[in-house]
T-cell receptor, first 114, second 111 residues
Framework: DTGVSQNPRHKITKRGQNVTFRCDPISEHNRLYWYRQTLGQGPEFLTYFQNEAQLEKSRLLSDRFSAERPKGSFSTLEIQRTEQGDSAMYLC????????????FGNGTRLTVT | SQQGEEDPQALSIQEGENATMNCSYKTSINNLQWYRQNSGRGLVHLILIRSNEREKHSGRLRVTLDTSKKSSSLLITASRAADTASYFCAFRMDSSYKLIFGSGTRLLVRP
């Protein structure tokens, strides 16, 4: 068990560019979550996968955001036409099924849009 | 928008003192969890309390839950400098898979 891995750790991009982040969850975990966190705030939910199915998506997520989890393993989060307001830490977490299963978080990808 | 609020927003104590953080929420829940986050890192799960429990202990951590007041508290006893971190409560609404996080308490333990 190597934990949840996220790549890259940091990403600096210019406004208008597209970016893609990757998350490798703990291998036996079938639930995968994406969150966004800005300085001094708690994580904000973006989307949730059960295996390969995207079951819930935040209304905060605009059309510029898309997430996939092909084959129910790793996941990618893409942001198109980035804006300065997208600058944040993007956190991925995974868990087993079952009420109360704790989330295991990666160390996040810090995005800076200039 | 956050549906969980924590207070205080920041807390500074001396090593050896106890630290108490409070969380309030607005909906019915099945359980409430507490997480810790060191600067620049991901969150780490600390403890879970179910809606039919009133108090739970884990090492130096004590969590209480009052579902009638929709509130929970986390007590860290005999604090250490290594406890310096942000602490978040988190819960699920009955009809949702997502875990909603509070706004967090930033704890500083001075050596």
């Amino acid at each position: 068990d190597t934990g949840v891995s996220q790549n890259p750790r940091h990403k600096i991009t210019k406004r208008g560019q597209n970016v893609t982040f990757r998350c490798d969850p703990i291998s036996e975990h079938n639930r995968l979550y994406w969150y966004r966190q800005t300085l001094g705030q708690g994580p904000e939910f973006l989307t949730y996968f059960q295996n390969e199915a995207q079951l819930e998506k935040s209304r905060l997520l605009s059309d510029r955001f898309s997430a996939e989890r092909p084959k129910g393993s790793f996941s990618t989060l893409e942001i198109q036409r980035t804006e300065q307001g997208d600058s944040a830490m993007y956190l991925c977490a995974s868990s087993l099924s079952g009420e109360g299963s704790p989330l295991h978080f990666g160390n996040g990808t810090r995005l800076t849009v200039t | 928008s956050q549906q969980g609020e924590e207070d205080p927003q920041a807390l500074s104590i001396q090593e050896g003192e106890n630290a108490t953080m409070n969380c309030s929420y607005k909906t019915s829940i099945n359980n409430l969890q507490w997480y810790r986050q060191n600067s620049g890192r991901g969150l780490v799960h600390l403890i879970l309390i179910r809606s039919n429990e009133r108090e739970k202990h884990s090492g130096r951590l004590r969590v209480t839950l009052d579902t009638s007041k929709k509130s929970s508290s986390l007590l860290i006893t005999a604090s250490r400098a290594a406890d310096t971190a942000s602490y978040f409560c988190a819960f699920r609404m009955d009809s949702s898979y997502k875990l909603i996080f509070g706004s967090g308490t930033r704890l500083l333990v001075r050596p």
